[in-house]
């Protein structure tokens, strides 16, 4: 057990803002667009260990969209989650146009996921890479099957104390 010098103690109180849609209706159609990429990119993933499945499609500012899912491996490390993929296809093939829309969709082989899944650890860090790269932020859309649609407005609504390279 510890304690605190209340002196010296401050708490410092985070707030999160997540619009929660009840189906696409209330979705601009270029977003409602993005989430169907991500949706269709689910059978693509390669998830033979996990039977998780992650689609994902990215909109750049210029309005091309980039389609990613998840592909595993054997040594776990070696994974990629389906919104890096979407991310570093969209960043190798136009390094200079920033993402301002991504879609992330689930699908558990298993058994039914009831509410949109968030972005693991990695890609929360690379999401908030690309919106300090660009000095803007992404819009993020999360889905599972016939879910609600979560959409926040940045990476900082899942990831508030962000490490970027303002640091080094």
Known sequence: ???TNALYM???KIKASVRVHENT???EPEDRALLEMAKEQIPHAYAPYSLFRVGAAVRLQNGTV???CNQENASYPLCMCGE???LYTAAAQAPDQAPVALAIVVKNDKKPVETPVSPCGACRQVIAEFEHRFGQPIRIFLQSGHSKIYELHSVKDILPLTFDASFL
Request: proline share 7%.
């Open 66 to 68: 980039y389609p990613g």
């Open 1 to 3: 057990m510890y304690t």
């Open 25 to 27: 209706d209330s979705i």
């Open 10 to 12: 401050e708490i410092l």
């Open 84 to 86: 890096r993929v979407a």
